[in-house]
């Protein structure tokens, strides 16, 4: 069983074989990701890309402030309410 630390998601298990033939599991922590939309894959602007840069900024700097900020993009935003707003329009 592995230590304590390496139980978590948080490291990448990674398969190797050894010169003497083995199969044993290296621990690597994982890359930095850019935040990516939720609908169609964009990176999204106003997020900062390192994981240690977002984990020591406050809530309000960690994501744009509008309407599904840090999720969505904006394309797809403005996309979402105007098909909320038509079907709304439609329907009364």
């Not at 010169?19 to 922590?29: A, F, K, L, Q, S």
């Not at 309410?81 to 329009?89: Q, Y």
Request: glycine content about 8%; charged content about 35%; proline content about 7%.
């Amino acid at each position: 069983m592995p230590r304590p630390m390496y139980r978590s998601r948080s490291m990448k298990r990674v398969i190797r074989r050894t010169p003497g033939g083995r199969v044993v599991i290296h621990y690597e922590r994982r890359k930095n990701t850019v935040m990516r939309c939720g609908r169609c894959g964009a990176i999204l602007n106003g997020v900062p890309i390192k994981d240690s840069e977002r984990r020591k900024l406050p809530k309000t700097k960690k994501r744009p402030e509008r309407m599904f900020g840090g999720v969505l993009c904006a394309r797809c935003l403005k996309e979402i309410l105007k098909e909320a707003v038509r079907s709304s329009i439609v329907q009364s």
